[in-house]
């Protein structure tokens, strides 16, 4: 949700904005879309105005708790330049070795 902005996002530009990849993004739109979560459309700047304000109430919440633990291995860990700071894990598993 950190990559929307008011004026709108294409589909294809959110795998290189957010760091997720392109399978991990088809998968969770067909979730959004399919509970009504998400629309793909063409929308005026009111509806994304709208949209966003509704969806950065619970992700503040959500995302407040994500600061890693000072005394935890993730504190030293390098932040990446773009999401996801945590994997996205898929049907596959949540490593590049499919674990």
């Not at 979560?37 to 503040?60: F, H, K, M, N, Q």
């Not at 005394?71 to 860990?77: D, K, L, P, Y």
């Amino acid at each position: 949700m950190r990559v929307l902005d008011e004026i709108g996002l294409r589909v294809r530009d959110l795998s290189l904005l957010s760091g997720v990849s392109k399978e991990s993004i088809a998968m969770v739109m067909g979730i959004l879309r399919k509970k009504g979560i998400a629309v793909v459309a063409s929308c005026g700047e009111d509806t994304i105005r709208s949209l966003r304000d509704v969806l950065e109430r619970p992700a503040g919440e959500l995302f407040r708790g994500l600061e890693p633990h000072p005394g935890g291995w993730r504190a030293s860990v390098r932040k990446p330049d773009t999401l996801p700071h945590y994997p996205v894990v898929l049907h596959r598993g949540g490593f590049p070795d499919g674990s």
